[in-house]
């Protein structure tokens, strides 16, 4: 098995060449810096230490910046690979060659740099015209080096100034596989993907390709990387004719993959399976969509079926538990994450379109015409707010893969922090504005991110929050019209009005025992309709919450929810005494919120703030 560190420094003197220094606790005042003398430093240890005057000394004494050491290392190979900035700039300005040969590897200073993951050296040798396809005496050119040692800013740094993200080493690794192979971090796996690298080519040696690779190193998250974010495929045979469905199903005891994975794996083995119609079925994707979408409409109907039943209580509460458990249980066997993620979206589409039949069917003759009427335009508000929620753009955060090469190239020569996650989202390769964050369930950066609702199988952000709004309102009043209407229904059709019950308490309980009556009195009468009109008590009760915290929140407070479950962890949050910077008075936020005015300018300026600022 091919297994190589591809570039260590000459003769095991890299740590040698590491700065000193001891370690303080955040919380005490850092000492004052101790003054060296580095007076009798040779120009080999200034460098290595850093001691920019000694080397500028010695240089303009007359030292040759391109004389090598006794194992033909050069001064700029030791500065790289000890991340010394001004020192590179000066031995760069001062004519040293840039792709200088050095150590038993024969290695150049980009080599030292990105093995060690210096993205600054990195960045001020490539802007040099330093070669990063050069490959030291193991065959691997600069970026196998930072993929295999996990040096993800520096991979990406590489691929945006032009490296093939597949160029291959000596023996055919690719950096994608150096990465499943050695970094058990999800990055820079899946950054390779997202930047183009294909999970098809295999090594020369021994025919594996990437997921072989992690398959051998029993790297899970690489596994899972591949499988769900890539297209790696299960049946792509080494020299020996060993595929990664083979090498997951041997060692399937020692590798501990996530629930998604194990899907994915079940569902490509039974798919390629002839046999067992029934097992193929509960694996075909279509099927299943299918069954989230149908499920909430089935039972909602069974439900109201054995409500309205000429039998016990008891039985039907027997009856309706063991329906449910069924449902659970085939829920189980059916449903992956991605899947549940849209069930709360078939439980409101199934639960509207029956209360449209139970209106038709049950109220419309009780109420009128007018009536009806009005319950449509509410309705028709609602399916528009509904459907802009859903299928609009909430925000999301776009870059073409140029624009995004360009923000990961201007990032990483800007000297402020590189790849910082409040300024840098790793997942979409594009920058963040201030107020967005990358959803985990979309996989996108949304603009003012509010939060993903389920209900509405969307996220919640700067383009679709007034949409959500409305929304919420739209289905506040079309609940309280299917309360009116089935009250009415049922007063007209079982003449009991409100009930006036039999009870002979007094007070409060004899008031208890008439609602009680009245509406065991209506579900004899009309159960599916008592059932229907629950539905719509549940629903308004929990809307009307929800309307009232998101107007709280956008208009008196000027925060999203996002913001206010983590304004304890954001800077500008934290430097307003936990109040949001952006709040402008309740007018004014309701008018931004319903985009008839613009946005305010940020509390300070935006890059000083996104330096500061933390999100996950």
Not at 140 to 154: D, P, W
Not at 201 to 226: E, M, Q, Y
Not at 294 to 318: I, N
């Amino acid at each position: 098995m091919y297994d190589s560190t591809c570039g260590a420094a000459a003769s095991g003197q890299c740590g040698k060449a590491q700065p000193d220094g001891d370690i303080q606790s955040p919380r005490e005042p850092p000492p004052a810096p101790i003054q060296r003398d580095y007076s009798g430093f040779d120009i080999v240890k200034a460098t290595q230490h850093g001691a920019f005057l000694r080397v500028k000394e010695l240089v303009e004494a007359g030292w040759d910046v391109n004389q090598p050491d006794r194992e033909t290392v050069t001064l700029l190979h030791w500065a790289a690979i000890n991340n010394r900035r001004e020192i590179i700039q000066y031995l760069l300005a001062k004519g040293a060659q840039v792709d200088a040969i050095g150590g038993d590897l024969e290695s150049t200073p980009l080599h030292w740099a990105t093995r060690q993951g210096h993205l600054e050296a990195t960045v001020l040798l490539m802007q040099a015209g330093a070669d990063p396809s050069l490959r030291d005496a193991e065959g691997c050119a600069c970026l196998h080096l930072a993929a295999q040692f996990g040096h993800t800013s520096v991979v990406a740094y590489l691929v945006a100034r032009g490296v093939s993200p597949d160029e291959p080493d000596a023996v055919g690794m690719t950096p994608l596989m150096w990465s499943c192979w050695k970094v058990s971090a999800v990055d820079p796996t899946r950054l390779l993907i997202t930047l183009g690298a294909s999970t098809r080519p295999a090594d020369r040696s021994h025919g594996n390709t990437a997921l072989h690779w992690a398959i051998l190193a029993k790297n899970t998250t690489a596994i899972t990387t591949l499988l769900l974010h890539g297209d790696a495929s299960l049946d792509v045979p080494n020299l020996r004719g060993v595929t990664p469905l083979a090498l997951l199903q041997s060692s399937a005891d020692s590798l501990m993959v996530g629930a998604k994975v194990s899907d994915k794996i079940k569902e490509h083995i039974v798919a390629s399976s002839k046999r067992n119609f029934l097992r193929r079925l509960t694996y075909d994707k279509k099927f299943r969509w299918w069954c989230v979408v149908v499920m909430p409409f089935l039972a909602f109907y069974v439900t109201g079926l054995v409500l309205e039943m000429d039998a016990l209580y008891l039985v039907k509460a027997f009856l309706l538990v063991c329906f449910y458990a069924m449902l659970h249980f085939v829920s189980n066997i059916l449903f992956d994450d991605e899947l549940k993620n849209i069930f709360p979206l078939s439980v409101y589409l199934a639960t509207k379109a029956w209360f449209y039949v139970t209106w038709v069917v049950f109220v419309w003759g009780a109420v009128g015409g007018a009536a009806s009427l009005l319950f449509l335009l509410s309705s028709a508000a609602l399916w528009f707010t509904f459907l802009r929620s859903w299928r609009s753009d909430p925000g999301v955060i776009t870059a073409t893969k140029q624009e995004k090469f360009k923000t990961i190239v201007q990032l990483s020569e800007s000297g402020r922090g590189g790849f910082e996650p409040a300024r840098f989202c790793s997942a979409c390769l594009v920058r963040r504005p201030l107020r967005s964050k990358h959803c985990s369930v979309c996989n996108r950066c949304v603009a003012k991110f509010d939060h993903h609702c389920p209900w509405v199988g969307n996220c919640i952000g700067a383009k679709n929050h007034r949409y959500f709004i409305g929304f919420l309102a739209s289905l506040i009043c079309m609940c309280g019209w299917m309360l009116w209407g089935g009250a009415r229904a049922l007063a007209a059709s079982c003449g009991t009005g409100t009930g006036t019950g039999t009870g002979t308490g007094t007070g409060t309980a004899a008031g208890t025992d008439s609602v009680l009556d009245a509406a065991l009195e209506a579900a004899r009468c009309n159960a599916w309709l008592v059932w229907v009109m629950l539905n719509a008590a549940f629903h308004l009760f929990w809307v009307t919450v929800l309307l009232c915290c998101q107007l709280y929140l956008v208009v008196c407070l000027g925060m999203t929810t996002n913001e206010q479950l983590n304004r304890g962890r954001y800077r500008h949050f934290q430097n307003n005494r936990g109040r949001s910077p952006f709040s402008r008075g309740p007018l004014l936020n309701a008018a931004e919120l319903c985009q008839c005015a613009p946005s305010g300018p940020p509390p300070a300026d935006d890059e000083l703030l996104l330096r500061d600022h933390h999100y996950v």
